[in-house]
Structure formats: structure tokens, C-alpha cells
């Protein structure tokens, strides 16, 4: 087997593996839930100049990456709550009274390699990060119709706290992200 192994994304290879990944899952995962024209406007760069932006501009996004050998698997970006949600044409998450909590802001495994334990490695990692960064609390928002991606939530201490965001997509696509939260 293989060797596992993070590291931070922190050079172009890294931030367009994670793009690649994003784009993928999101194509195995959103499809019936986002409108297929949003999706086919997504390519394997999509997110490159996003995370690349993270990086530069140090705005406290940090990027983790599970490698199999040298095969990028999966993908975890956390950080300080975030404000702008920037996947879609704009709005905002509902954060009044979360500004001091931590956030796993985007995580993705590549179709395929579900199932392996991979995600469990990355939050792990995460999820220790952020309390040596002095979180007590961690939230993650998860598209209500993704069954799969809530499990694995409530397996790693998540529950439904009750809010939740209305996500637009163009051209005529709402999608509902679930807020999940647990203490570090």
C-alpha cells in the first residue's frame, strides 16, 4: 500500500490539485442538486485562483492535502469563520454569533477514493489544528440533500445546530447548506 501523507497547500501544484479535486466531487456529488449549467462551468482550474488568493493573501484559509503516494485523494481548507461565501454570485452565511468559532470552509475527496478513510485522516488534522489555534467550537456547512457527507459529520461529532444558509446558483438553482457543529 501506498504511503499517506499532508501536507499544506502552499505551491501551484497544491492549490490546482485542490481545485481539481473541488471540481470533481462537486460533479460526483452536487449533480441533481446544483443546476447542471452551473456544473458544466466548472472545470478542474474552477477554484485555482481562489486558493491561490487564500495563500497570497494570508487571509487566515489554510489549505490541507492527503496524498496516496504521490496522488492528491482529498482536500480539507479551514479556518476563522468566514463571511462571503464565495462559491456562488455572492451572499452571505448567516455567522452573527459564530465569529469566534473555527470553520472547515471546503472538504472533498475525489470520486472513487470514498470510503477509505481518508476524510477521517483529514479532519483529524483539522480538527487539531484549529484547537492549537484556540478554537473551542468548529462548525461546517453541508448541503442538506448530501446524506452521505451529513453521516460522516455526525461519525466525527457534528450535529445540525439548527441553521442553516439558502444558496443560489445560477441561472434558477437554491440549494440549502445545513450548519454542523461540534465542540474541539
Known amino acids: 500500500m501506498e504511503e499517506l501523507h499532508i501536507v499544506d497547500a502552499r505551491t501551484e501544484e497544491h492549490f490546482r490539485a485542490m481545485s481539481m ?80 468559532w473555527g470553520e472547515l470552509a471546503s472538504f472533498y475527496t475525489l470520486p472513487g477514493e470514498q470510503g477509505k478513510g481518508y476524510g477521517s485522516i483529514l479532519m483529524e488534522e483539522a480538527l487539531k489544528r484549529l484547537k492549537a489555534d484556540g478554537f473551542e467550537k468548529v462548525f461546517v456547512f453541508v448541503l442538506r440533500e448530501n446524506e452521505g457527507a451529513r453521516r460522516f459529520y455526525a461519525r466525527h461529532g457534528f450535529s445540525w ?24
Open 21 to 100: 479535486i473541488h471540481a470533481r466531487a462537486w460533479h460526483d456529488s452536487y449533480r441533481g442538486a446544483v443546476p447542471d449549467e452551473y456544473l458544466a462551468k466548472i472545470g478542474d482550474d474552477h477554484w485555482l485562483e481562489v486558493f491561490r488568493d487564500n495563500y497570497e493573501s494570508q487571509n487566515g484559509i489554510r489549505g490541507l492535502l492527503l496524498y496516496r503516494g504521490n496522488v492528491p485523494v482529498a482536500c480539507l481548507n479551514y479556518c476563522r469563520a468566514r463571511k462571503d461565501n464565495f462559491n456562488t454570485d455572492g451572499g452571505e452565511f448567516p455567522n452573527a454569533g459564530y465569529e469566534d
Open 161 to 184: 445546530d439548527g441553521t442553516f444558509a439558502e444558496i443560489r446558483f445560477p441561472p434558477d438553482g437554491l440549494c440549502i447548506d445545513l450548519r454542523y457543529t461540534r465542540k474541539l
